[in-house]
């Protein structure tokens, strides 16, 4: 297991930026896959991004392409999520989360072992 700590959530007006910390404590993040979900109230947990070892590989949800970005900051042991024109349908809880392995499924939730504690994201129309 591999302590993460989500930070940078917080209320933003339609349109507005967040940019959301994945820190881990006692490993190398970039060890790991990391991915970011998030779950809104009612709905499932989706993927919203995903990021290779090595940062040279990213992935989308379709929802989060053109306006997310995530990126590795090795030298603090982060991993970022940027987020520019947000949507009230953006608002959710997000996680990010890590894996050993990179596949097919690192779009599914069942692909990550290790799991951060989530940051609340609130975007107001």
């Known amino acids: 297991q591999v302590p993460l700590v989500e930070s940078g959530g917080g209320l933003v007006q339609a349109g507005g930026s967040l940019r959301l910390s994945c820190a881990a404590s006692g490993r190398t993040l970039s060890s790991f896959i990391t991915g970011w979900f998030r779950q809104a109230p009612g709905k499932e947990r989706e993927f919203v991004a995903g990021i290779s070892r090595s940062g040279g590989t990213t992935f989308y949800a379709d929802s989060a392409k053109g306006r997310f970005t995530t990126s590795r900051d090795n030298a603090n042991n982060t991993v970022n999520l940027q987020m520019n024109s947000l949507r009230p349908e953006d608002t959710a809880v997000y996680y990010c989360?890590?894996?050993?392995?990179?596949?097919?499924?690192?779009?599914?939730?069942?692909?990550?072992?290790?799991w951060g504690q989530g940051a609340q994201v609130t975007v107001s129309s």
């Open positions: 989360a890590t894996s050993n392995t990179l596949g097919a499924s690192i779009y599914q939730d069942n692909h990550y072992e290790n």
